[in-house]
């Protein structure tokens, strides 16, 4: 399996300008890890949830 390719959202940062979150999709599948720590943990949802999670996070 190749590596997907990972993009950071135009919404996401802080104060130091590093609190960044990058997502991936791949077939199914979204992927969210911390842009600091790539090589870290990954959470893997499935498209619905991840569209819940916007929804809930956006206050929506």
């Known amino acids: 399996m190749t590596e997907p390719t990972w993009f950071k959202s135009s919404y996401s940062g802080g104060t130091d300008g590093e609190s960044c ?6 077939p199914g599948r ?3 890890r911390d842009s600091k720590n790539t090589s870290g943990p990954r ?3 499935t498209p619905e949830a991840w569209a819940d999670f916007v929804t809930y996070a956006s206050g929506g």
């Open 21 to 26: 979150v990058e997502i991936a999709h791949t």
């Open 30 to 32: 979204v992927h969210i």
């Open 43 to 45: 959470l893997t949802l």
